[in-house]
């Protein structure tokens, strides 16, 4: 079964001095169940790379690198018949104090009945109030 990779973990693969064997591990099952991500993923995965550029912590290069690899990896993006909404996110927001993008993966584990897989601890608490399984 997939389950919902966040980018706190999709991350670490890109920034070594943030993997570890967990992190490692949850790669591995992805070639095993599949990983999901709810669309804002892509964004949030492009402002990190963008922020580790400026920060000087990746060069462009090695961030397209690390794009075209990721692309290469079995993490579906959901299509949905309807956009998500706010209504959808909100309740998740206010109640966790999350952002809207952040809340997008709680909200697509919880609809979907899939584990999580991250790193955030505002998330894994989120996640266990929820329901929701972890994967680390």
């Known amino acids: 079964m997939p389950f919902v990779l966040d980018a706190s973990v999709t991350m670490t693969w890109c920034f070594q001095d943030e993997a570890s064997p967990k992190t490692d591990d949850l790669l591995q099952e992805l070639f095993i169940g599949g990983g999901i991500i709810p669309a804002p993923s892509h964004f949030e995965v492009s402002h990190i790379l963008a922020t580790g550029i400026r920060r000087k912590r990746i060069t462009t290069d090695d961030a397209r690198v690390f794009s075209r690899k990721l692309d290469t990896l079995p993490i579906e993006a959901e299509k949905r018949k309807a956009p998500i909404t706010g209504s959808d996110l909100l309740p998740l927001v206010l109640q966790y104090g999350l952002t809207a993008y952040h809340a997008a993966y709680l909200e697509l584990a919880k609809r979907k009945s899939y584990a999580i897989g991250t790193l955030d601890r505002e998330r894994i608490a ?11």
């Open 126 to 136: 989120a996640a266990l109030q929820e329901g929701i399984s972890l994967m680390l």
